[in-house]
Every structure is written in structure tokens, then in C-alpha cells.
């Protein structure tokens, strides 16, 4: 089981970024998966969660209405977009399978003018 994280980068506030999340090794669209983050000197907190059920994802209060996550069954991939970028969104990203305690090595996103 492995993930794989991209997508991060430097972006100005009420910018916009796609994190991927690659998976290997289980098909997601059968487990839930998870966002995490972790800025400095923080707990890493909940991001977004998504369902194998297809039911509604969640969201952290802090991100509700600007980040959506998602997955695309054929590229075995989920994805959080992210909208309307604050500063207090910097922080390294994670990718999580709660069923197989996996983690991906995180993607740096950089939130500053």
C-alpha cells in the first residue's frame, strides 16, 4: 500500500491548488480516505474525508465551502482542491488510508504574498 502526494506549491491568498494523492497497492474507491495537514509547530488536523459509501464528504470548519475533496475511480487518485487560499492554509498536506494506516510524505503547500 503506498500514497503518493503532489501538487503543492507557493501560492498567493485567494489563489487556488489541486492536491493529487496516487494510490497503489488497494483500490480507494473501496475505503475511505482522508486530507490531513500539519502547519509548523501544530497538530496535524482533519482536512476533508470522503466515504467509500459515496456518502456526503467532511469537511474541517476552517475549510468548509473553499476545499472539496474528490476521486477518479480509473487513476485510482483523490484529490482536494482548494479555493480561495488563506495564509493560515499553509502547512504540509497529507494523504491518509485510515483502513491501512497509511500516509503519503506529505506535499508543502505555501500560502503568502
Known amino acids: 500500500v503506498q500514497l503518493v502526494e503532489s501538487g503543492g506549491g507557493l501560492v498567493q491568498p485567494g489563489g487556488s491548488l489541486r492536491l493529487s494523492c496516487a494510490a497503489s497497492?488497494?483500490?480507494?474507491?473501496?475505503?475511505?480516505m482522508s486530507w490531513y495537514r500539519q502547519a509548523p509547530g501544530k497538530e496535524r488536523e482533519l482536512v476533508a474525508a470522503i466515504t467509500s459509501a459515496g456518502g456526503s464528504p467532511n469537511y474541517a470548519d476552517s475549510v468548509k465551502g473553499r476545499f472539496t475533496i474528490s476521486g477518479d475511480n480509473a487513476k485510482n487518485t483523490v484529490y482536494l482542491q482548494m479555493n480561495s487560499l488563506k495564509p493560515e492554509d499553509t502547512a504540509v498536506y497529507y494523504c491518509n488510508s485510515p483502513r491501512f494506516g497509511a500516509w503519503g510524505q506529505g506535499t508543502l503547500v505555501t500560502v503568502s504574498s
Open positions: 497497492g488497494f483500490s480507494f474507491s473501496s475505503y475511505a
